[in-house]
């Protein structure tokens, strides 16, 4: 879908045309100027004016094509078979085969996976999470997160969406999160994240948070997710209470949160 977006944008939408659809320009600008988008299609440009129509003389050398293809063709004549000689046949060469060129290549390994040892296990934080009570909640796995959490190993970030202004139907803010958390299904064993749409009508806020294995951002993601550069991030500083309290709420999900109602939370783990 992506490929026809960006040969259409080449080759039919001009400057003039997409000027009355700024969202979808702004997805396709998103969109070219991510790296793997860049090795294919290098630098993109808007045509300054759509390409004229095929003249009648094309047509018609179409059609001449088309009557030609719809002529039946002769029927081959038959072969005769060649006698057979007394002399034995050649033997076939065997083509060598490289060794090197039969070992499967060995799959690069994540990134995440080479960093240093940490105490806090992904699994474990996600299996408490999963596993306890509403009722008990805030006192079992929420303590169980701090107690585990390695800031040496792993880092937590805030997400605001840019552009919420455009979030004026409910099902269509809905599908724009549960689309960026498909898209970040790579990192699903190194990650986990609460994303929550806010308000009681329309423009619906998105927020999140995010645990990451590594101290940063992963590269993978910035790489290959687009929707990353469609959010505002901001690290966690753990030192700071009020913002410990705040992963505290998106983690629990209550009805109310920074004096916003909560619409709608999804979890990845």
Not at 169 to 182: A, D, E
Request: hydrophobic fraction near 35%; include cysteine.
């Amino acid at each position: 879908m992506a490929c026809n977006m960006l040969t259409g944008i080449k080759v039919v939408f001009t400057k003039e045309f997409l000027a009355e659809y700024p969202h979808l320009e702004r997805y396709f600008w998103t969109i070219a100027n991510q790296p793997y988008v860049k090795k294919f299609f290098g630098e993109l440009s808007l045509p300054e004016k759509a390409p004229s129509p095929p003249t009648k003389q094309a047509n018609v050398g179409k059609e001449e094509k088309k009557a030609k293809a719809a002529k039946p063709k002769e029927a081959p004549k038959p072969v005769v078979a060649a006698k057979p000689k007394d002399e034995a046949p050649a033997p076939k060469e065997v083509p060598e085969v490289d060794e090197e060129e039969e070992k499967p290549k060995a799959k690069p390994k994540n990134p995440l996976d080479l960093l240093p040892p940490s105490p806090m296990i992904m699994d474990e934080w996600k299996r408490l999470y999963s596993n306890t009570k509403a009722k008990e909640f805030r006192e079992v796995a929420i303590e169980g997160f701090w107690k585990m959490y390695d800031p040496e190993g792993y880092s937590l970030w805030f997400c605001d969406y840019k552009y919420n202004e455009e979030n004026t139907v409910t099902f269509v803010t809905m599908n724009k999160v549960s689309g960026f958390l498909q898209r970040m299904d790579l990192i699903r064993k190194h990650g986990f994240a609460k994303m929550c749409i806010f308000g009681e009508s329309a423009p619906y806020k998105i927020k999140g948070v995010w645990l990451f294995r590594g101290k940063e951002i992963p590269q993978m993601v910035l790489d290959e997710c687009y929707d990353v550069e469609l959010y505002e991030w901001s690290k966690v500083d753990i030192t700071d209470e009020a913002q410990k309290e705040r992963v505290n709420a998106y983690f629990e999900e209550p009805d109310e949160f920074d004096g916003e109602k909560l619409l709608e939370a999804k979890c990845f783990k």
